[in-house]
């Protein structure tokens, strides 16, 4: 079966400007999380998604990112005038509920210029 | 403070030569403690998941390891597909999430 998928693999955008970053998890998990990793760090919690809900969005850094997953399977992490600081490896993860071991895409690789 | 230390840093290896990495954690409680693989440009490949304190679980030339304070990750006779970098992490309950808290890494490169 297939794995979590994300989309692009690489996004080169200038500051400012918006970007929206996709995840398609595994068919049926209903636990969804966003994270991003910078070089040589462990993975760094943005957003926890259980169904259609944000159960906890404690790890977004500022208002600027948002993440929607209206449909309780695909989701799309949104970052509003992006700075270079942003630039990271944005991971998503899904699993069949929470607390169950968490399956990563690949990875989006965000290059704020 | 809630933090996962994992060692060593860095490790090379010869073809054949076993070894073990660490990950040890502060805080009691452990809700589970998971091991996961990353190669480069990859995100990071499900091991092992351990909850209890004398927990084993075996994959090919991998056994993990759980004491109450620490994790073992034993490789035995590894082979140069085996290089890459190993995360632990611990999760706990916080809320209606239950998070990971990730340790930086061990990165493995093992010569042929």
């Known amino acids: 079966g297939a794995g979590v998928s994300q989309t692009p693999s690489n996004k080169v955008t200038e500051k400012g400007k918006y970007v929206e970053l996709r995840c398609d998890p595994i068919s049926g998990h209903t636990a969804l999380y966003w994270y991003r990793q910078s070089l040589g760090q462990g993975p760094e919690f943005l957003i926890y998604?259980?169904?259609?809900?944000?159960?906890?969005d404690s790890g977004l850094p500022n208002d600027r990112f948002f993440a929607v997953r209206p449909e309780g399977s695909v989701s799309t992490l949104k970052i509003q005038r992006t700075e270079r600081g942003d630039s990271a490896v944005y991971l998503c993860a899904s699993g069949e509920n929470r607390g169950s071991p968490l399956h990563f895409g690949n990875g989006t690789r965000l290059t704020v210029t | 403070e809630d933090q996962v230390t994992q060692s060593p840093e860095a490790l090379r290896l010869q073809e054949g030569e076993s070894s073990s990495l660490n990950c040890s954690y502060t805080v009691s409680g452990l809700r589970g403690l998971f091991w996961y693989r990353q190669d480069p440009g990859k995100g990071p490949e499900f091991l092992f998941t351990?909850?209890?304190?004398?927990e084993e679980k075996e994959k090919e030339r991998l056994k993990a390891t759980l004491t109450k304070k620490e994790s073992f990750l034993h490789i035995t006779a590894p082979k140069p597909e085996d290089s890459a970098t190993y995360l632990c992490a611990r999760l706990r309950d916080a809320g209606n999430n239950r998070k990971l808290i990730w340790g930086l890494g061990t990165s493995l490169a093992v010569n042929p």
């Open positions: 351990l909850y209890s304190a004398g």
């Open positions: 998604f259980q169904g259609t809900g944000a159960a906890d």
